[in-house]
């Protein structure tokens, strides 16, 4: 076994308890979120609509604006359209077709307030729709604009990490597990305190369970990152990760976890990021192309594109 024992503390599981990983299914997934899925909830469940709103992809969002905007037009459309012909002022339609898209506008027009007044409901059974939607256009406008302004200002950590994480060599002859990050924005981010963990499949008592343990770091706390953060655990007499092989990380189920703190200085507030390698990420004896150069004015000019570059070295 080239994992040696460790004292293992109960606080680095992450949460996770000691339950092993399976078909390769990391404790914390690529992208920093948490590889758990809930079930036992109920099928119309409200309680994190706002959080899922908040935290999903934009193109998921506009998705989903859109869609429930088309849908709700489309619906009151059905509805004028099925009053009859005459409850609208103004149509210029004459086929069935063209009136429903009159209604379909008619109803745009109307649950977002703008009335254009080239058609206009008639009696009260219409009219009285037409207020019902524009009080629900106005209480839904202001809810997507409240969710809008939530995801801009919402604090977050843009962390851009290397691919993969390198076994690479490491001062006098020896040797260190390293990994890249920087930072996307242009905000400044200071303060950074780095932690990593380390978590394999280990057999006890004729069971097997997941063992986690935090490797030292060269440099775990950070002023303010400029530039790109090369963060490595030096595989030295220390290391209880020393003379593993890439076998080893496979039979394992071995992954690295990697959680960062730090202070966003724009929003005044402390922000996390995470992310995770499993053993296909890990590449051996090979480092770090330069990620940075200088321009013709001396200036320092960091390229985000080539912060996954290596070299393999013999």
Avoid at 24 to 34: A, C, E, H, L
Avoid at 50 to 73: D, E, G
Avoid at 215 to 233: A, C, P, Y
Avoid at 239 to 249: H, T, Y
Wanted: charged share 25%.
């Amino acid at each position: 076994m080239s994992i040696r024992k460790e004292k293992i503390n109960p606080e680095d599981d992450l949460g996770f308890g000691n339950q092993p990983v399976i078909k390769s299914q990391p404790v914390i997934n690529k992208d920093g979120s948490i590889n758990v899925k809930r079930t036992g909830l109920p099928f119309f469940n409200t309680s994190n609509n706002y959080h899922s709103l908040i935290t999903m992809s934009w193109r998921k969002f506009w998705f989903i604006v859109f869609s429930a905007y088309f849908i709700v037009n489309i619906i009151f459309a059905i509805i004028y359209f099925s009053l009859g012909a005459d409850v609208l002022d103004g149509k210029s339609g004459s086929t069935d077709f063209d009136r429903f898209m009159d209604a379909f506008f008619f109803s745009a027009q109307t649950i977002s307030t703008v009335g254009y007044g080239h058609i206009s409901p008639k009696g009260i059974v219409p009219n009285t729709i037409a207020a019902l939607e524009s009080m629900m256009g106005l209480l839904a406008f202001a809810l997507a604009t409240g969710l809008l302004y939530g995801r801009f200002s919402r604090p977050s950590a843009k962390i851009m990490y290397s691919r993969n994480v390198l076994i690479a060599p490491y001062r006098d002859g020896g040797k260190g597990l390293m990994f890249r990050l920087a930072n996307q924005r242009k905000n400044i981010l200071i303060d950074l305190e780095m932690e990593v963990v380390f978590s394999y499949n280990d057999e006890e008592n004729g069971k097997t369970v997941r063992k986690f343990f935090q490797l030292e770091l060269e440099r775990k706390f950070v002023s303010i990152l400029t530039l790109n953060w090369t963060v490595v655990h030096p595989l030295d007499e220390n290391s209880p990760i020393r003379d593993i092989n890439p076998e080893e990380l496979e039979r394992r189920q071995a992954t690295l976890s990697v959680i960062l703190k730090t202070f966003d200085d724009t929003f005044s507030q402390t922000v996390h990021s995470r992310t995770s390698y499993t053993a296909d990420d890990f590449i051996w004896d090979a480092k770090f192309k330069p990620v940075f150069e200088r321009d013709e004015t001396g200036r320092v000019v960091l390229d985000l594109r080539r912060i996954s570059d290596f070299e393999v070295v013999v």
